[in-house]
């Protein structure tokens, strides 16, 4: 059984700083590639950062310079820093973990975990 398990999320005042982390358990975790995505009330879920198996990153042009998604692959584990957090950054995070195996793509999804940036 697959599992994808996001924590750290929280209230953090404007100019905060926040470390989501995502633990994956039945999946042989180096090999996928791992994103964060967000969905704010009433908007569309919105892809954050990516990481590839291969260290590849991509960031959303809103985080750049700001978040940062790494991985320790020892521990099944995603991070994402989120630094200079505003309130636009204001949503619910979740883990997504895909890979393609010839015509099959395997994708995964945690829970979400809640980011409130607030006064």
């Known amino acids: 059984q697959v599992q994808l398990v996001e924590s750290g999320g929280g209230l953090v005042q404007p100019g905060g700083s926040l470390t989501l982390s995502c633990t994956a358990s039945g999946i042989r975790f180096n090999i996928y590639t791992m994103n964060w995505y967000r969905q704010a009330p009433g908007k569309q879920r919105e892809l954050v950062a990516t990481l590839t198996s291969g260290s590849l990153t991509n960031y959303t042009g809103s985080v750049k310079g700001r978040f940062t998604i790494s991985r320790d692959n020892a521990k099944n584990t995603l991070y994402l820093q989120m630094n200079s957090l505003k309130p636009e950054d204001t949503a619910v995070y979740y883990c997504?973990?895909?890979?393609?195996?010839?015509?099959?793509?395997?994708?995964?999804w945690g829970q979400g975990t809640q980011v409130s940036v607030s006064s």
């Open positions: 997504n973990a895909n890979r393609n195996f010839g015509a099959f793509r395997y994708e995964y």
